[in-house]
């Protein structure tokens, strides 16, 4: 991977039934270790660097931020929430792997980090894997705001959508743990949202989690009429 080497092998000593129920709260079963090495695989992709401060939203008990939070510089990672257990299980997990010394700043938020956060914080890099999919529309628009509040004026946020091009608009076909939404749109209708908020928008590629790379080929098939896709965002102004 360039430019990042990631300090993994002391994360995967975790006894299986703890490993277990921490995946229970983020996804399905036997996917911790893939699921992060993935994320560190494209976060490495895309060009983050250890002295870019960094915001995790969606954070789940630090999958990827335990890793993310050994190799940034201090003070660099922030990692945000809205789930209590999940919070509880990172700051243990930070506590137990002896991370405190990093300064990471993690946050439990049902407003993106606005009532945490003084507004003058901003960062170079933010990163919401599977976290936009799962909201509903008020939730998306919010994040959206977030993400163009948050963003340093140099800075990426990359992030994952569903995307259904002949959609009529946004819609939610169901949902995640009886809780989370399942949604998709137009990619213009994400664009358009990155534009009131002063980003533009720039789709990355086709996005699938369960590839080894993560990414898809335009042409290779799909199942439906709805394709997963990573764009990136960046200020306009």
């Known amino acids: ?7 993994t092998v002391r994360f995967d000593s975790l006894p299986p039934d703890r490993m277990a129920a921490l995946e229970a709260l983020v996804g399905p079963p036997d996917g911790w270790t893939a699921r992060r090495d993935l994320q ?25 931020g335990l890793p993310l939070i050994a190799t940034l510089a201090p ?9 209590a257990d999940c ?5 243990a997990l ?25 507004d003058e914080v901003r960062f170079d890099r933010i990163w919401a894997f599977q976290v936009f999919i799962h909201l509903t529309e008020p939730l ?6 977030a993400l163009g509040k948050r963003l340093a004026d140099q ?8 995307i259904q091009d002949d959609a009529p608009g946004f819609e939610v076909t169901g949902a ?7 949604n998709h749109a137009p990619l213009s209708y994400f664009a358009g949202l990155a534009a009131d908020n002063g980003l533009s928008l720039t789709r990355l590629g086709r996005f699938d989690g369960r590839t080894k790379t993560g990414w898809l080929a335009d042409d290779a098939p799909q199942a439906g009429p709805v394709t997963q896709v990573m764009v990136a965002l960046r200020r306009t102004f």
């Open 94 to 118: 930070v506590s137990e792997f002896n991370l405190e010394n990093r300064t990471p700043r993690i946050v439990q938020s049902a407003t993106f980090g606005a009532d945490e956060i003084p």
């Open 40 to 64: 560190l695989r494209l976060l490495a992709e895309l060009g983050l660097r250890s002295d870019h401060s960094f915001l995790d939203l969606g954070c789940g008990p630090l999958r990827a």
């Open 140 to 145: 998306v628009k919010a994040g959206f705001a």
């Open 75 to 83: 003070g660099q990672y922030t990692g945000i929430d809205v789930d």
């Open 87 to 91: 919070i509880a299980g990172a700051r």
């Open 1 to 7: 991977m360039t430019g990042m080497v990631w300090d």
């Open 155 to 162: 800075g990426e946020a990359w992030i994952t959508l569903r």
């Open 176 to 182: 995640w743990r009886d809780v989370y939404a399942i």
